[in-house]
């Protein structure tokens, strides 16, 4: 079946580490983005890329980087300098153009220890 | 950058008409979207706007007026299965696609 993966579902961390969470779509999609929700909020957009090796910042990138090498692949890299990275993650793709339906990952949780 | 405003709660009774205000202000339009959220969840995929109108879909509909900025979402029949967050999204111009903070519906009965 066609859809988005993410992985890990759950995820430890120590502070100062760095953490890679994956996200994996076989729909063919050209767009995707990626998201972060704390409790009780809305989901806040980190990055976003429309096409292979393109990608654009959303409104909280600071300490968050992510590549687009392969148009199913979209890796995101919490890293050290993300001050507050627990939050659940959610991924997410859609086609290209003026269709309807983003398509979501079913969310990593990352708890920093 | 995008400005998307909802009601942050609402509550209503089992078999009622619930509606979802949402205003947007964003530079260029490429679509609005409506997602239903439990807790813990992933959110769920109501409906999508591009043109101006309503669509409709079971017990869901979703109105757009691009020149106004605003959309609402209609929940008619109220179930108690219906209290959830609901999240309208916008995607701009650059294709930037942004959430509202969400509004919490709560059914009782």
């Known amino acids: 079946d066609g859809g988005i993966t993410q992985s890990p579902k759950y995820l430890f961390r120590k502070e100062g580490q760095n953490v890679t969470l994956s996200c994996e779509q076989n729909l063919n999609h050209d767009a995707m983005y990626w998201y972060r929700q704390d409790p009780g909020q809305g989901l806040r957009l980190i990055y976003y890329s429309q096409i292979v090796n393109d990608f654009q910042k959303g409104d909280i990138a600071e300490g968050y980087s992510v590549s687009r090498e392969k148009k199913e692949s979209f890796p995101l890299t919490v890293t050290s300098a993300q001050k507050n990275p627990t939050a659940f993650y959610l991924c997410?793709?859609?086609?290209?153009?003026?269709?309807?339906?983003?398509?979501f990952g079913e969310g990593s949780r990352l708890t920093v220890l | 950058g995008q400005n998307i405003d909802q009601p942050t709660e609402m509550t209503a009774t089992e078999g009622a008409i619930v509606q979802i205000n949402c205003t947007y202000q964003t530079s260029g339009f490429n679509g609005l979207f409506w997602y239903q959220q439990h807790a813990g969840e992933a959110p769920t995929f109501l409906s999508y706007n591009v043109l101006d109108g309503l669509e409709e879909k079971g017990r869901f509909s979703s109105f757009l007026s691009r020149s106004k900025g605003y959309s609402y979402l209609l929940l008619k029949e109220l179930q108690m299965k219906d209290s959830a967050s609901y999240l309208c999204a916008v995607r701009d111009g650059d294709y930037k696609l942004s959430f509202g903070a969400g509004t919490t519906v709560t059914v009782r009965a």
């Open positions: 997410a793709s859609i086609p290209g153009g003026h269709v309807g339906e983003l398509f």
